[in-house]
């Protein structure tokens, strides 16, 4: 699975973003997708994962701000960021595994190139 993230950008605190990573391959629908973000000098963290039956999983910073949602006719999972704060200020990656478990980043097989998001204060 190659997987592609975009939406990234620079945004006042309080606004809002859209990233989207786009997945090659037909088995899109088996995978876990998750959301994953590291700030400079930290290490890399869980934000949201969305399971194979669409369950959905956040972390306790993002909850009730972001949404993780997924479109397996187009092979994309989105994270719709509302309420913008400088500590969203990361390089968000997208992910996949085709095993179980949500929160670490060492179960996921598959990572996408990352994408930008700054918030400015």
């Known amino acids: 699975v190659q997987l592609q993230a975009s939406g990234g950008g620079f945004v006042q605190a309080g606004g809002s973003l859209r990233l989207s990573c786009a997945a090659s391959?037909?088995?899109?629908?088996?995978?876990?997708m998750g959301w994953f973000r590291q700030a400079p000098g930290k290490e890399r963290e869980f934000v949201a994962a969305?399971?194979?039956?669409?369950?959905?999983y956040y972390a306790d910073s993002v909850k009730g701000r972001f949404t993780i949602s997924r479109d397996n006719a187009k092979n994309t999972v989105y994270l719709q960021m509302n309420s913008l704060k400088p500590d969203d200020t990361a390089v968000y990656y997208c992910?996949?595994?085709?095993?179980?478990?949500?929160?670490?980043?060492?179960?996921?097989?598959?990572w996408g190139q990352g994408t930008q998001v700054t918030v400015s204060s």
């Open positions: 391959g037909r088995t899109f629908s088996s995978y876990v």
């Open positions: 969305i399971s194979r039956m669409s369950n959905t």
């Open positions: 992910a996949a595994q085709g095993g179980t478990g949500y929160f670490s980043p060492r179960l996921y097989d598959y």
